[in-house]
């Protein structure tokens, strides 16, 4: 199993059933030392799924007190692999301590 942080659309419902075939169970952690951004995206499928052509996006800052918050979600291998097909070519998938000191995968800006 992989741990995956999400801050944005990968928490709806909707989206997890869409990409997932379910709904996750998560619990809170936030991401420090990055900023919420905001990113327009421009792949139809992506926005048909999620309703929204703006996405939040992390950006690191290095500054520790800069948190993002979000959850904390467990996914299969393949569950992995649908949510890199589902972020846009915008994110980098990165793998981070969180606050919690857990390891975990997440979605940041590709060129902040």
């Known amino acids: 199993m992989h741990l995956l942080f999400s801050y944005g659309t990968l928490r709806d419902p909707a989206v997890q059933r869409a ?9 809170p952690d936030a991401l420090p030392g990055y900023r919420m951004g905001s990113l327009r995206i421009t ?13 939040p996006v992390a950006t690191w800052t290095g ?3 800069d948190r993002v918050p979000g959850m ?4 299969s291998d393949e569950e992995l692999a649908a949510a890199d097909g589902y ?8 793998l981070l301590p ?3 000191g857990a390891e ?7 060129n902040p």
């Open 19 to 27: 990409s997932f075939g379910r709904e996750l169970t998560g619990r």
């Open 43 to 55: 792949s139809a499928a992506v926005v048909a799924v999620s309703g929204a052509a703006e996405h």
């Open 63 to 65: 500054n520790r007190a």
């Open 72 to 75: 904390v979600f467990e996914l």
């Open 87 to 94: 972020e846009s070519a915008d994110y980098q998938r990165v």
């Open 98 to 100: 969180l606050a919690s």
């Open 104 to 110: 975990a995968w997440v979605y940041v800006a590709a």
